[in-house]
């Protein structure tokens, strides 16, 4: 009896939270054309957009900074906030459909606030989290192909700094992608910079452990995103067949057709179901603590980013083949797929490519296997 209200106080928090996050698409769905000047740095957007950015920090951007007094999507508590409301946010702002756009909106802040709140000193978060929270602060992390470094090489001689680019010797320019356009994806130069001391976050040639703390969190939310994505291409797709006519019949009545149709849901579901028993396993772990079952998150993590991100890829090329040209044009009834087309090959790298990705998940599940050598695989 106990359990079942607790289902349903849960349920009667998440809906007004997906009404509230509807209400937001549609000034995100203005925004797919966004105009170049948005992604580069060195260029304030223009008002109208720097509106959107803060409208979308309130409440969502909130989340990645930990702080309790702040109003939270659909009124929910701070400590009732779980792994699943996490899941259905990232899920509806997906639906969007363009990768860029809700990149340029939270992407760099949901990887680079979290070396903050994890490691920053009690000044550091009052300095910089309630900015981030009301839109005024974004922060973004620089870990791609890093040429500086303050220690020796490898992991040990790495550390993190806090690093304004207002800074005398730091230069950007804008870096061209094939896809996610609005991201605001920047070329940072540092050009004989004078970094202090204070600047340090955690300690000394302690950052690479700092940087992967949050890289669970990351590839679930690129999976997430992943399996909404492929889900955009199939409801594309699908209007499509429901109203183009070919030698006299609607094209969803081919049955080559459907069969795409089918086989793109067979890759989805299943995906979607390791994603919420990830999720399930998640949320027991941080309920129970010491008392959790072993499972190795990573492995998992790892695992499930490259299964979401080849379903993405075969779901594109499908849902293309159904639109012909149409889903290779910019705009128009296949504009959400051609953008996923051009994202795609972002999502399977970013956040781990599938190679160090297998390897992994098939070390984190050996270690499984040796530690427990008479249970069966968690994986």
């Not at 992991?155 to 950007?172: D, F, Q």
């Not at 109203?243 to 579901?269: D, S, V, W």
Request: glycine share 12%; proline share 4%; hydrophobic share 40%.
């Amino acid at each position: 009896m106990k359990k079942g209200k607790r289902n349903s106080r849960k349920l009667a928090t998440i809906y007004p939270l997906v009404v509230k996050l509807l209400r937001v698409f549609s000034a995100i769905h203005g925004m797919r054309d966004v105009p170049s000047s948005i992604t580069k740095i060195n260029t304030p957007p223009p008002a109208a957009h720097l509106e959107v950015f803060k409208r979308h920090a309130e409440g969502y951007l909130a989340l990645s900074t930990g702080l309790r007094n702040l109003a939270l999507p659909g009124g929910i508590l701070f400590d009732e906030w779980d792994s699943w409301h996490t899941l259905i946010i990232t899920d509806e702002q997906s639906r969007v459909g363009y990768t860029g756009v809700l990149w340029g909106l939270g992407g760099g802040n949901a990887i680079g606030v979290p070396p903050i709140v994890n490691f920053g000193t009690r000044a550091r978060k009052d300095k910089f989290l309630p900015g981030v929270a009301n839109g005024s602060i974004q922060f973004c992390l620089g870990i791609t192909e890093p040429d500086v470094r303050i220690g020796g090489p490898g992991a040990g001689g790495i550390s993190l700094l806090i690093i304004p680019l207002k800074v005398p010797g730091v230069l950007t320019r804008q870096m061209h992608n094939s896809g996610v356009g609005a991201s605001g994806s920047t070329f940072i130069i540092f050009n004989d910079v004078i970094v202090l001391v204070s600047t340090l976050i955690h300690k000394g040639n302690r950052g690479f452990e700092v940087i992967m703390l949050n890289f669970n969190t990351e590839r679930k939310a690129i999976a997430t995103q992943s399996i909404r994505l492929s889900r955009v291409c199939v409801e594309d797709a699908w209007n499509y067949t429901c109203t183009r006519e070919t030698f006299g019949k609607k094209l969803i009545e081919n049955t080559i057709i459907r069969a795409k149709f089918i086989k793109m849901g067979r890759m989805i579901e299943p995906t979607q179901a390791f994603l919420e028993q990830l999720t399930w396993l998640i949320e027991l772990s941080r309920k129970n603590g010491k008392n959790s079952p072993s499972v190795k998150i990573g492995g998992m993590t790892a695992m499930l980013k490259v299964i979401s991100t080849r379903c993405l890829e075969k779901c594109v090329r499908e849902a293309q083949q159904i639109m012909g040209g149409l889903g290779y044009a910019r705009g128009g009834k296949g504009g959400r797929i051609e953008a996923i087309s051009r994202d795609v090959r972002v999502m399977a790298v970013c956040g781990g490519s599938e190679e160090i990705m297998s390897e992994l998940a098939i070390r984190e599940e050996a270690k499984d296997l040796k530690t427990h050598a008479s249970a069966s695989s968690q994986l």
